[in-house]
């Protein structure tokens, strides 16, 4: 059974860092794109960021550009997302799932993780 399995949230003070992981099970990570999302109370779920699996082609939201890296372990068969001089609007829960298509389209996305949150607060 496919599974994907996010780790790495926490409470971070404004300005600080966080890098959060997404590991799978019966998957192979790099075959697929693979997308971090973000849900925050009472909001949307909304793409972040993805990371292709051919030519390893990463794409952002303009919110994020240059603050957040999205990257692969091959070997560790997982997939980072590096978030530095983060923002209280960054406070949400993260999603990682997957899909065939590159896109930060939610409804093109499978296998969703059960998420980690990240709460950014002093």
């Known amino acids: 059974q496919v599974q994907l399995v996010e780790s790495g949230g926490g409470l971070v003070q404004p300005g600080g860092s966080l890098r959060l992981s997404c590991t799978a099970s019966?998957?192979?990570?790099?075959?697929?794109?693979i997308a971090w999302f973000r849900q925050a109370p009472g909001k949307e779920r909304e793409g972040v960021s993805y990371?292709?699996?051919?030519?390893?082609?990463?794409y952002y939201i303009e919110s994020v550009k240059g603050r957040f890296t999205i990257s692969r372990d091959i070997a560790r068969n997982t997939v980072y997302l590096e978030m530095n001089s983060l923002k209280p609007d960054d406070t949400a829960i993260y999603y990682c799932?997957?899909?065939?298509?590159?896109?930060?389209?939610?409804?093109?996305?499978?296998?969703w993780g059960q998420g980690t949150q990240v709460t950014v607060s002093s």
């Open positions: 990371i292709s699996n051919t030519s390893n082609y990463t």
């Open positions: 799932a997957r899909t065939v298509f590159k896109t930060l389209n939610p409804a093109r996305y499978e296998y």
């Open positions: 019966a998957l192979r990570l790099d075959y697929y794109v």
